[in-house]
């Protein structure tokens, strides 16, 4: 199996533009809040390091690392927690930060997982929705783009481990034999 990066998907410009939005909206919407961000490693690391500059409010920074996907391009069901939050978030206001939701089962399970903790409330911040692939509902508060059913890497984006450094959003093509 090979793969090659098909079309730019999202510009450089393009993902400024929506970090802007995105800040401007949420600013807005925390009022005068402090926000307990939790990015979700690894994939949301680039667009979280942009976005939380764009944000006007007090912050306080965490991460989690779950998965479903492993390798593969598609969600395995089964959630993975590799790290929890070092923070409490008991009484706080807290907007996840996630680089793409797809299926919506891994976003499902985190919040009420997270929920479990009492949190004021619980945000969803996504890059990107492909709402298409949605199996099961999910609420999510500040959308950048939402996506066709194709499987796309850079701006933190991966597939095994590879691509999250493009600077840009492609489309990912998987093909078999030498093309």
């Known amino acids: 199996m090979a793969e090659r990066c098909t079309e730019i998907f999202c510009s ?10 995105l800040g401007e909206q949420i600013t807005r919407d925390y009022a005068d809040q402090e926000i307990y961000v939790i990015g979700i490693l690894k994939g949301s690391f680039v667009f979280m390091a942009d976005l939380v500059r764009a944000i006007d ?15 593969a391009t ?3 069901g089964e959630i993975n927690i590799r790290k929890d939050t ?9 907007l996840i930060v996630e680089d793409i939701i797809d299926t919506g089962i891994t976003m499902q399970s985190l919040i009420r997982i997270l929920m479990e903790r009492e949190p004021l409330d619980i945000r969803v ?20 783009k939402q996506i066709p059913d194709a499987f796309i890497v850079g701006y933190g984006l991966d597939y095994a481990e590879r691509y999250r450094n493009l600077p840009h959003v492609s489309v990912l093509e998987i093909y078999g034999g030498d093309q």
């Open 86 to 94: 070092d923070g409490d978030i008991k009484g706080k206001h807290v």
């Open 125 to 144: 911040c996504a890059a990107f929705d492909k709402p298409s692939r949605r199996v099961v509902e999910v609420n999510i508060d500040y959308i950048g």
């Open 74 to 76: 598609v969600s395995s």
């Open 12 to 21: 450089e410009s393009d993902l400024q533009e929506m970090i802007r939005r």
């Open 57 to 71: 409010r007090p912050m306080k920074i965490d991460f989690m690392s779950v998965s479903s996907y492993g390798d």
